[in-house]
């Protein structure tokens, strides 16, 4: 498998194997050590070090994060809304009115009819209506249909 990065603000390079093993570990585990990541890899310490520095540094590794059950949070109730927009926003624009509504989780510009898709998390069904209405209140979106989630059945580490 070759993975290559063309993301804003990452560079066009194909990653090796080793950059994917490097890659697979911290996917598992940001908090993995650069001994861990070098057995992972085939490396030494310092030069798994030296090879994650580098995917951080041209954008193949954006950053590092905690991942939080929700459910833990209380937060147990989710939708996707499909949002279509007034006129022909850009998504810089939809990005920055979806932003102002802490409960939308992931947003993404979509083909077909809906200009966008948007996964909301609230702690209940009254939360995620309030939720629903402020990104209704948005100035660029002209409505949303959204469903909710009744159940999960998969949630695999992104790659």
Known sequence: MVISCAEEGASDVAMDSIDEDIVRCVLRDARSTY???GRAAGLSAPAAKR????????GTIRGFTAL????????RTEAFAEVYCKGNP???ELRR??????????AY??????????HLMAL????????IQQVRE??????????IVLSGLINRPRV
């Open 68 to 75: 939080v059950d929700t459910q833990a949070l209380g937060w």
């Open 51 to 58: 090879r994650l520095d580098r995917l951080v540094a041209d």
């Open 124 to 131: 209940d069904i009254p939360h995620l209506e309030r939720a």
């Open 138 to 147: 948005a100035r660029v979106i002209e409505r949303t249909e959204s469903v």
């Open 109 to 118: 510009t979509v083909s077909g009819a809906a200009d966008a898709m948007v």
């Open 90 to 92: 850009t998504p810089a």
């Open 35 to 37: 001994a861990e990541i």
């Open 97 to 106: 009115e979806l932003e102002a509504v802490p409960e939308v989780v992931e």
